[in-house]
C-alpha cells in the first residue's frame, strides 16, 4: 500500500476527486435545494416533467448518462461550442469531471430534498407567516430546521454518489483520474493489489459525511 | 374596525359574510360543523382567497377583489389567527413558540414582553412547561400554549377558532374567563368561532349564527336565543323541537294564526303558567338525570316526544303538564312572528 500511495503523483487522483466532488456537491446544494422545495410545494408549472427528467439519470445505467453527457455537452454541441469560447471544454478536463458528477448525483439531492421538505407540514409554514414571517425567513425557522435531517440524508447520499461516480465520467472524462478511474484503471493494468489502496482511500474519503450525516439526522429524529 | 364582506368559494356551497367588529368588541360566530365558520377566519386572515369581496382592518384594505385587486399577503396583514389544531413549532420549545412572533427592531425576533408573557403563562396554566417540547404536551395543554402564543404576538385583530377544543370540562369553564379576561387586555376586534353556544355566548358582545354558508342571524347573544330569526336559527340555538300551534294551549285570548312553537328543553316550567307561555300536555315515557337536572322525555297528546330538562325527577308514565317559557313562534313559513300575543301584552296587562 504504502509503495502505491507513495509513488509521485499517486495521490493525485484524490485531490482531483475532491476537488471535483466538493464543487459538484455545492453546484448541486445551490441549485437542487430551491428547486427540491419548488417541486415539494408545486410551485413550478412544469413540475411533474421535471420530475421524470431527474428520474431518468436515476434510472438509466450510468454508462448511458455518459453518452447522453456528450450529446448535450460534447465539443460538437452548442453548450460545447459556447464553453469552447470561454476557453473551456466539457470533455477529458476537471470540469467534465464535474459536470459528470452533478449530472449522475443532482437527482439523488433534488429527490431528497422533495421528499425531505413534502414531510413538512405545509401548516406549519402557514402558521410562521401568520406569526409575521416572510416566506425566507419561514424557510429559515420552519422548513429548513424540521426538513434539516432529510436534506441532510440527501446531501450524504449525493455525496457518496458524486465521489464514486464512474459510469458517466468514464465517457466524458477518461482523465484526469479522480479515484474510481485509478481503482479502475489500476484493476486493469496491474492487478487487484494495485488496485485495493485506492479503494480504501476512496472509501475513507467518501464514508465520513454519510456517517455523520446519519448519526446527526438520527439524533434529531430521536429528539423530536 | 374590522370590516369583512366576503364570498369564498367552496366545493359544496360558497360562503358568504357580512361582519363588522369595532376595536374592542367580541363577536362569536356560532353554527354547526362544516357552517363555513373557519372559511370566515381564515379569508379574513388572507389563508383562503376571496371570490368576492373586502376585508378591511381600521383604514388598511387587506383583500378586494374590486379593481385595483389587492391581497395583502399573510405576514403583513397582521391578524392573529388561533386555528383549530395548535399547530405548534415541533422543533421549538414552549417558550419559543411563545416568542416567535415577536420583533424587535428591523424585524429581528426580540423575545416575548416579559410581563404580559408571565401573566399569558399564569394565566393560562403554562408554568413549568416552557422548556417543553410540544411532542411532551397533552392535546389540552399545546391548545393552550397555542392560545397564549396569539394572544403574546403583536397583531391588530384576533381571530380564535375553537380555542378552548380539547380542554377539561371544568378548566374549559375557567378558561373561558380567563379568555375574556385576556382579551378584554387588547383592544382589538375579536372573532371567535364555535359549536359550543355556550362558549359563543360567554364569549362574545354579539352572536352571530351561520349555516350552510350564511350569517342566518347576528344580535346580542342573549337576543339571537330568544327571538331566533327562524325556525333554523332556532335549532342551532338549542332548540329541541316545534310544536304545532294548535297542539298548544295558549293564555289570554286563544291560540295565534297556524305556526309552530319551538321548544327549549331548558326554557320549561313544570304546571300551567300562563303569564310565562303556551302549556303542552303529555306523558313521561323516560327519565334519567342529567347534570343536576333530569332529562324528561315526554310524549304529547298530539303524539309527538320532546325533550324537558326540569329540576325535579318525574315518573315514568305519568302526565304531565308544561308551560314553555316565553318561546319564539313562528309563522307557517318559519319566520319569527315579532311580538308572540302571550308575553308582552299579557305582562304589560299585569
Not at chain 1, 476537471?94 to 422533495?114: H, K, N, R, T
Not at chain 1, 482523465?175 to 479502475?184: D, S, T, V
Not at chain 2, 352571530?208 to 340555538?237: C, F, H, I, K, Y
Amino acid at each position: 500500500m504504502d509503495r502505491t500511495l507513495g509513488a509521485p503523483g499517486a495521490l493525485d487522483p484524490l485531490w482531483v476527486s475532491l476537488g471535483a466532488s466538493g464543487l459538484a456537491l455545492g453546484v448541486i446544494v445551490l441549485g437542487g435545494t430551491p428547486l427540491g422545495w419548488l417541486l415539494a410545494r408545486d410551485r413550478l408549472p412544469a413540475g411533474r416533467l421535471i420530475e421524470v427528467g431527474l428520474l431518468g439519470p436515476l434510472l438509466m445505467p450510468p454508462l448511458v448518462i455518459g453518452l447522453l453527457l456528450v450529446f448535450m455537452v460534447g465539443p460538437n454541441t452548442p453548450i460545447g461550442q459556447l464553453l469552447g469560447h470561454l476557453g473551456l471544454s466539457a470533455t477529458n478536463t476537471f470540469l467534465a469531471v464535474v459536470i459528470a458528477e452533478v449530472y449522475e448525483a443532482a437527482p439523488y439531492y433534488v429527490l431528497g430534498v422533495q421528499a425531505a421538505v413534502a414531510a413538512v407540514d405545509r401548516d406549519l409554514e402557514v402558521e410562521a407567516e401568520l406569526l409575521g414571517d416572510h416566506p425566507f425567513r419561514r424557510w429559515r425557522r420552519v422548513t429548513l430546521p424540521l426538513a434539516a435531517p432529510g436534506l441532510a440524508s440527501a446531501l450524504a447520499i449525493t455525496w457518496a454518489r458524486a465521489i464514486g461516480a464512474f459510469g458517466a465520467v468514464i465517457i466524458v472524462a477518461y482523465h484526469p483520474f479522480g479515484l474510481p478511474l485509478q481503482i479502475w484503471t489500476s484493476l486493469q493494468e496491474t492487478g487487484l493489489g494495485s488496485a485495493l489502496p485506492f479503494a480504501l482511500l476512496l472509501v475513507v474519503v467518501a464514508l465520513p459525511l454519510p456517517v455523520l450525516a446519519y448519526l446527526w439526522s438520527a439524533r434529531a429524529r430521536r429528539r423530536d | 374596525m374590522l370590516v369583512a364582506e366576503i364570498e369564498v368559494a367552496r366545493r359544496t356551497f360558497p360562503v358568504l359574510a357580512d361582519l363588522r367588529v369595532d376595536p374592542g368588541q367580541r363577536l362569536a360566530v356560532h353554527g354547526p360543523s362544516g357552517a363555513g365558520k373557519t372559511t370566515v377566519l381564515e379569508a379574513i386572515a388572507g389563508v383562503v382567497p376571496l371570490r368576492r369581496g373586502l376585508v378591511r382592518l381600521g383604514p388598511r384594505v387587506l383583500s378586494r377583489t374590486a379593481p385595483p385587486r389587492l391581497q395583502v399577503p399573510i405576514p403583513e396583514r397582521r391578524v392573529g389567527l388561533l386555528r383549530q389544531a395548535a399547530m405548534l413549532f415541533p422543533h421549538l420549545t414552549v417558550a419559543e413558540n411563545l416568542g416567535y412572533s415577536r420583533r424587535g427592531p428591523g424585524g429581528r425576533p426580540a423575545g416575548p414582553d416579559p410581563g404580559w408573557l408571565a401573566l399569558l403563562v399564569e394565566r393560562l396554566g403554562l408554568q413549568g412547561l416552557l422548556e417543553v417540547r410540544p411532542a411532551g404536551l397533552s392535546g389540552g395543554q399545546s391548545q393552550r400554549v397555542a392560545l397564549a402564543r396569539v394572544l403574546a404576538s403583536d397583531h391588530q385583530a384576533l381571530l380564535l377558532d375553537e380555542p378552548l377544543t380539547g380542554q377539561d370540562p371544568a378548566l374549559r369553564l375557567e378558561l373561558r374567563l380567563v379568555l375574556a379576561e385576556l382579551i378584554a387586555r387588547r383592544p382589538v376586534p375579536a372573532l371567535l368561532v364555535t359549536h359550543d353556544l355556550d362558549e359563543a355566548q360567554a364569549f362574545g358582545d354579539r352572536l352571530a349564527v351561520m349555516d350552510r354558508g350564511r350569517v342566518l342571524q347576528l344580535g346580542p347573544p342573549a337576543e339571537v336565543v330568544r327571538r331566533p330569526a327562524s325556525r333554523r336559527v332556532a335549532e342551532l340555538v338549542g332548540y329541541s323541537a316545534l310544536i304545532a300551534t294548535d297542539r298548544c294551549r295558549f293564555p289570554g285570548s286563544g291560540a295565534p294564526a297556524p305556526g309552530w312553537v319551538a321548544v327549549h328543553p331548558d326554557k320549561v316550567v313544570m304546571g300551567a303558567v300562563p303569564a310565562a307561555g303556551p302549556s303542552l300536555q303529555g306523558r313521561v315515557v323516560s327519565v334519567h338525570p342529567s347534570g343536576a337536572l333530569w332529562s324528561v322525555w315526554s310524549q304529547l297528546e298530539s303524539g309527538e316526544r320532546i325533550r324537558l330538562r326540569l329540576p325535579l325527577p318525574v315518573a315514568a308514565g305519568e302526565p304531565v303538564t308544561v308551560t314553555l317559557v316565553d318561546p319564539p313562534l313562528f309563522d307557517a313559513t318559519g319566520q319569527l312572528v315579532p311580538v308572540p300575543r302571550w308575553s308582552e301584552p299579557d305582562r304589560a296587562r299585569r
